[in-house]
């Protein structure tokens, strides 16, 4: 199995900064890596797949970045929407594996 | 608009079962795989479970796997979670969720069941 690392557990950032939260395999998941935002008493919403593409309505502010064991989801300008926690997931290997999860929340 | 909604949990015993269900709607549901990801209280995600579009093959977590079956019944639209056997750990909020395009990624996701085992 593999595991899915993430870092830090919690970030501490202000309206308008950049907030980088990373995330490694111990494995090599080529760029078959996820980002998910989940918003308290709400489902998980997939942000990124493929690494860095944004699905359908990702606002151009998320970004994605990284391949093999190595991967950074970039917030350039938190909004007050974007306080949530930050969850990655691979899908290289069965079965699929998330990491812990980044709580985002505001400074 | 896609829509998945969860029904059937509740509180069972150690040991005992329960079947979720998943009713789809908005999209052709029978086109795509569908997976079970499960939250327990506090804690972060964990995938369970996924079922191929056609039902003609599954796939299952470690933690899962010989207890609970996952089933589909296209012709309702409507996805399943058989659990058997079921543990204090199983105690969490099962979300179904569709597979995007074949990529084992979750683009949409339903509200939620919670599953409680407690004696």
């Known amino acids: 199995e593999i595991v899915m690392t993430q870092s830090p557990v919690t970030l501490s950032v202000s309206p308008g900064e950049r907030a980088t939260l990373s995330c490694r395999a111990s494995?090599?998941?080529?760029?078959?890596l996820a980002w998910y935002q989940q918003k308290p008493g709400q489902a998980p919403r997939l942000l990124i797949y493929?690494?860095?593409t944004r699905d359908t309505g990702i606002p151009a502010r998320f970004s994605g970045s990284g391949s093999g064991t190595e991967f950074t989801l970039t917030i350039s300008s938190l909004q007050s929407e974007d306080f949530a926690v930050y969850y990655c997931q691979q899908y290289n290997n069965w079965p699929l594996t998330f990491g812990g999860g980044t709580k985002v929340e505001i400074k | 608009q896609v829509q998945l909604v969860e029904s059937g949990g509740g509180v069972v015993q150690p040991g005992g079962s329960l079947r979720l269900s998943c009713a789809a709607s908005?999209?052709?549901?029978?086109?795509?795989?569908t997976h079970w990801v499960r939250q327990a209280p506090g804690k972060g995600l964990e995938w369970v479970a996924f079922?191929?579009?056609?039902?003609?093959?599954?796939n299952y977590a470690d933690s899962v796997k010989g207890r609970f079956t996952v089933s589909r019944d296209n012709s309702k639209n409507t996805l399943y979670l058989q659990m058997n056997s079921l543990r204090g750990e199983d105690t969490a909020v099962y979300y179904c969720?569709?597979?995007?395009?074949?990529?084992?990624?979750?683009?949409?996701w339903g509200q939620g069941a919670l599953v409680t085992v407690s004696s």
């Open positions: 494995q090599s998941v080529n760029i078959n």
């Open positions: 969720a569709k597979d995007r395009l074949a990529t084992y990624t979750f683009d949409y």
């Open positions: 079922i191929w579009y056609d039902g003609s093959n599954e």
């Open positions: 493929g690494a860095s």
């Open positions: 908005g999209f052709t549901s029978s086109s795509y795989g």
